[in-house]
């Protein structure tokens, strides 16, 4: 049996008997006798055999001859690229390639060292992300990252891209905002010093000013001062009646701020504000605080009022000893009420005897 066998340029042909290999054909035509596996090539490919394992392969030594083994460890990656554009990654294990010009660049890599992926065209890293090989994180403006290697602190990562090998080292990333943050605690229970149930809202601002003691001393910083928050309040509001919580409420808010950064100081934190929004009362209490405020500005209104009336029963003896005093500002003050007296009518009937016309006359002239 004879086949005619044309090898195409880029192309080379392995001829299989068996499990074993016979012959390599290279470009040009060629003829095969007996009954062979033909089995076709590309130069620029890697070499993966068919119908047996590499390592059965290669034990040809015409085989062998012709191709280049690639080793990659545990701890190492292969990269394979074609005019500097990563086409393939290859894991751990042996691989082998055509020696040709064809054929694709292959670079070992060591993974050992996390950050050392930063050292390949950001291209490439895109691409070992996508296959799993490489970790990438990403720090936000307004942000500090914090790396952690096999347990010991590393350094801070400002705002950015970092990528990282995926090898057995422990890496521990934390991001930290240290923007200006806020934490509101609403609708706190609580019983002041004349037992009286209250409920308060707060808000807090405050900023991490050093983000890895606030990583290792506290889990979660908005719930560490959420407590805080609300055992401050407590121990404020407790020891205040209902009438100095609400005639001082930035005061009891002082003491709370100090209550609350004696403890944040210690652990990163700066407390910059804080505030008592609302204090709720209960229903009942309400209403009868509603009836105090109204009695006493009733009690105001009557002073007031009070006040008024003897300052007008002053001024009219001030004006009686006046005109008692003085006969002229007497005639002038009966001239006013004749004045706005008839300024007010509009008609003036007058019967009687002559004596009232004659009062009259005499009240309008002068004397």
């Given amino acids: 049996m004879v086949q005619k066998v044309i090898v195409a340029p880029g192309e080379v042909i392995v001829l299989v008997k068996g499990k074993e290999v016979t012959r390599v054909l290279e470009r040009g035509t060629h003829y095969v006798f007996g009954r062979q596996r033909v089995e076709r090539y590309h130069l620029a490919e890697k070499f993966i055999p068919r119908n047996m394992t590499l390592q059965v392969a290669l034990q040809s030594e015409v085989l062998k001859s012709m191709l280049n083994e690639v080793d990659v460890s545990q701890s190492e990656v292969g990269l394979v690229s074609e005019k500097n554009r990563l086409i393939q990654v290859l894991t751990s294990g042996t691989h082998a390639f055509w020696k040709s010009e064809l054929a694709p660049e292959v670079t070992v890599v060591s993974m050992a060292e996390a950050e050392t992926c930063n050292e390949l065209p950001v291209e490439w890293l895109d691409r070992l992300v996508t296959s799993m090989h490489v970790r990438k994180v990403m720090v936000e403006r307004g942000e500090v990252g914090l790396l952690w290697k096999d347990g010991e602190f590393v350094r801070t990562l400002n705002a950015g891209v970092y990528r990282f090998w995926k090898n057995n080292q422990d890496l521990v990333i934390k991001t930290v905002s240290t923007r200006i943050e806020t934490v509101n605690l609403n609708g706190q229970e609580l019983l002041t010093k004349d037992k009286a149930a209250v409920r308060l809202n707060y808000t807090l601002t405050y900023k991490v000013n050093d983000p890895k003691v606030a990583v290792e001393a506290v889990a979660n910083i908005s719930e560490y001062l959420y407590k805080k928050i609300a055992l401050a309040i407590r121990e404020v509001a407790s020891g205040l009646s209902l009438e100095d919580l609400l005639a001082a409420r930035e005061k009891a808010n002082d003491q709370i701020v100090k209550l609350i950064q004696a403890n944040t100081a210690l652990v990163g934190i700066d407390i910059l504000d804080g505030g008592l929004i609302d204090v709720i009362l209960p229903g009942d209490v309400k209403d009868i605080l509603n009836m ?72 309008i002239s002068s004397e």
């Fill in 292 to 363: 105090v405020l109204i009695a006493e500005k009733e009690a105001q209104a009557n002073v007031i009022r009070r006040r008024e009336e003897m300052a007008a029963v002053r001024n009219s003896l001030n004006s009686a000893k006046l005109m008692d005093e003085n006969p002229v500002l007497f005639r002038l003050k009966e001239l006013e009420l004749v004045e706005r007296i008839s300024g007010k009518v509009g008609a003036l009937n007058v019967s009687g005897s002559g004596e009232v016309l004659e009062q009259l006359r005499k009240l």
